[in-house]
């Protein structure tokens, strides 16, 4: 149990999930293709939340919000967001490193509205970062674009961190 | 009469039935368990790992750090490698692999907003993902990452969760359309 604890947290943890959340979500897609698809939609931290919320809300209260084929078939939307949170306090928890972290209102503010600015490009582009290597993946090429989009959105946003901190002249 | 019919049903078996693993009446039940179950399991692993698609990139360009990006690699590397052995073991589930070949080199799987042009869908992932990365640095990760954050007990990380919920409603309520038209309205 110790030598799994050090391999994840080494420089080879990441590698480990890399190859289990790309053959999870083959497996997953094995089952949501037979209720509609979309294609490479096993794992998608955007488009899932979005199938969550949306399909919660069309069920509760009758509106018509757009969500994937599969989470509108289904008796309930993909759950996926719900385990990752599951799952990520179970081994936060179990690792002792759950601590409530507080927010201050300016925090609050940048946050939420990055949240709600961040759905809106990545739902523009129909991928979180996860689903574009999915989408790559399974062979469409549109999906490079948004990966090298990604790329340099990272790039021109530490190019104006380093600015303002260097003074901004 | 048997005979007909189930020559018929043979001829038509991919029409008539759901393609996948499973019957479409039984993967309506089933996809909301499989997909908390797989959830789990990533969000345990991420957690432990401080899985991060952005961070991973943030890391590799200020540091040359490699250990997150390599995790993103590894991840599109085992897609493809996952994709491709399940394709050759149950092609009927996995049809529409490798999708630019079968389905043009320039058309997306469904996901963005639908009947825009291929440009249009050029341009709407790179804006699209220009404007993850830079959000995605300044809150310091990806949607994954802020979802671990909050399950770790970040109280800033659950308001962005809670951006991104209300952020659902409102692209579809503002967002797809106004974009939509803009592209209709441009020609592209």
């Known amino acids: 149990m110790n030598n799994l604890k050090n391999l994840l947290n080494g420089q080879k943890g990441p590698i480990i999930l890399g190859i289990i959340i790309g053959f999870l979500a083959a497996i997953v897609q094995g089952f949501t293709i037979s209720a509609g698809g979309p294609e490479a939609y096993g794992f998608c931290a955007l488009c899932h939340t979005r199938d969550l919320v949306n399909g919660l809300l069309n069920i509760s209260l009758g509106t018509g919000l757009g969500l994937a084929t599969v989470s509108k078939a289904a008796i309930l939307p993909v759950m996926t967001m719900v385990g990752v949170l599951i799952g990520g306090f179970v081994a936060a928890k179990r690792s002792r490193e759950f601590r409530i972290k507080h927010a201050l209102l300016k925090d609050i503010l940048v946050y939420f509205i990055g949240g709600v600015l961040l759905m809106q490009f990545g739902l523009l582009f129909g991928a979180c970062p996860y689903r574009a290597a999915l989408r790559l993946g399974y062979g469409d090429f549109i999906a490079l674009f948004g990966i090298i989009g990604i790329i340099v959105g990272v790039w021109l946003a530490l190019l104006m961190i380093m600015r303002s901190n260097t003074g901004g002249n | ?188």
């Open chain 2, 1 to 188: 009469m048997a005979g007909v019919t189930h020559d018929y049903a043979f001829k038509h078996r991919r029409k008539l039935m759901a393609a996948g693993w499973i019957s479409k009446e039984l993967a309506v039940i089933l996809v909301p368990v499989i997909t908390l179950i797989s959830g789990c399991i990533i969000g345990y692993f991420a957690q432990r790992t401080g899985f991060c698609a952005i961070g991973g990139f943030r890391d590799y360009i200020m540091f040359r750090h490699t250990r997150l990006l390599n995790g993103f690699i590894a991840m599109l590397v085992s897609a493809f490698v996952a994709v491709l052995i399940f394709h050759l073991l149950t092609p009927l589930a996995f049809e529409n692999f490798p999708w630019a070949i079968i389905k043009g080199l320039l058309s997306p799987i469904p996901g963005a907003p639908p009947d825009l042009s291929s440009l249009a869908y050029i341009i709407l992932a790179l804006i699209g993902g220009i404007g993850m990365g830079i959000i995605g640095v300044y809150v310091g990760g990806c949607p994954l990452r802020q979802f671990v954050m909050t399950a770790e007990g970040n109280l800033k990380s659950l308001w962005f969760v809670m951006g991104m919920v209300v952020g659902s409603v409102i692209f579809y309520l503002v967002t797809v359309g106004f974009v939509t038209g803009l592209f209709k309205a441009a020609g592209v």
